[in-house]
């Protein structure tokens, strides 16, 4: 296997976490994305979507996606269980993942990318360069806001977001709380749950990495 | 088990094709989207992100992402088998998943949503009510387009989206197809591996439901 990182980009940095969670040592290579390496001819062999994570198996198929390269890991790592143990529990898992990749990293990603210089033409990420579009940075920061009204919500009666352990939705949480601070937004005065449950995973060795 | 569904939805649809496909039987009711049933009280209550497909557990808990009840379905409903039977084509099928929902749908979505005077002030799904964005409905146009080139292409040396049979990728991909008749992408016309792959899943039973 071998795993295609950005030591400064959050979405990669999930699969990074529940890497080390697992204590797993898997080949990994940086792709330099400020000076566009992901779009170049040799990554997009690699990955025509132009985007990291991306996961290498054995045989050569690439994974892009970071749901189902933590579903091929989680199979090849058992331990600690990160996605559930029966199937109602990788269901929820599975489910916060999605809420947390679509209301809270997709509407980070909008209010950044269409709102900094450094990513004039390229509001998406991927092969094709997209104009910027200033009404959907306000509406990705309100949307983030409220993803974070919700997280708050379900932090408040419980220790965990999907399950009663640490699992994947925790580290899509994280990762996407510690993003919202590139468009500043100051989560941790404003939602006093989120900020209890975000220190104590920032105590994690996996939260460095 | 109950399953909240709406037959003119695309969403739902996937759920509702999944479920005819395992010849499960599930007790199901319809939501009234048109009138706005998604926003009652009583629906929050199932479901607070307002959208369907949902599906209640019998412990109470409600999942609201399709791939999460899909692979619930799955594990009570195990043939015939639609997401993979190890964890690389598991993986396979998952990665296809996420790439159909967020290039494929979320772009129609976008193009519908953003366009049509009937989604004023509800430009995306759920409890908050969105400004239509105009130049945001001519890029989803754009990236359908590009999403349906990626398909077609994929379509050209594969029989089926995401491994070497009919899975939950082929219904998601069959979903959106269909859905993107709704913004007047003449896609029949346009990409002849798309048709020929359609044309070959209208006829089973379960595109019917």
């Known amino acids: ?55 290498e198996l054995d045989d050569g198929v690439c994974l892009n996606d970071t749901l189902a390269i933590c579903h091929y890991l989680e199979s090849r790592f058992p331990t600690p269980n ?18 947390i ?3 809270g990293f997709m509407a980070g990603g909008e209010a950044l990318r269409n709102f900094s210089k450094g990513f004039k033409d390229r509001a ?36 965990w977001v999907a399950i009663d352990r640490f699992t994947l939705a925790d580290i899509g949480a994280f990762v996407c709380t510690d993003f919202a601070s590139w468009v500043k937004l100051p989560v941790m005065e404003r939602w006093p749950n989120i900020r209890r449950w975000f220190e104590a995973i920032a105590q994690r060795p996996s939260a460095s990495v």
């Not at 990160?82 to 489910?95: I, K, S, T, Y």
């Open 82 to 99: 990160l996605m559930g143990e029966d199937a109602r529990e990788q269901a929820l898992v599975m489910n916060w993942h999605e809420q």
């Open 1 to 55: 296997m071998k795993f295609s990182d950005c030591q400064t980009a959050p979405s990669p940095r999930r699969v990074r976490m529940f890497i080390a969670e697992k204590g797993a040592q898997i080949p990994t290579v940086q792709v330099d994305l400020r000076n566009g390496e992901q779009l170049t001819p040799a990554f997009r062999k690699l990955n025509p979507r132009c985007t990291v994570p991306v996961l």
């Open 124 to 159: 998406l990420t991927g092969a094709v360069g997209y104009a910027q579009i200033p009404e959907l940075a306000e509406r990705g920061r309100q949307r983030l806001e409220v993803f974070m009204d919700v997280l708050d919500a379900r932090l408040a009666d419980h220790s």
């Open 101 to 103: 990749l679509t209301e």
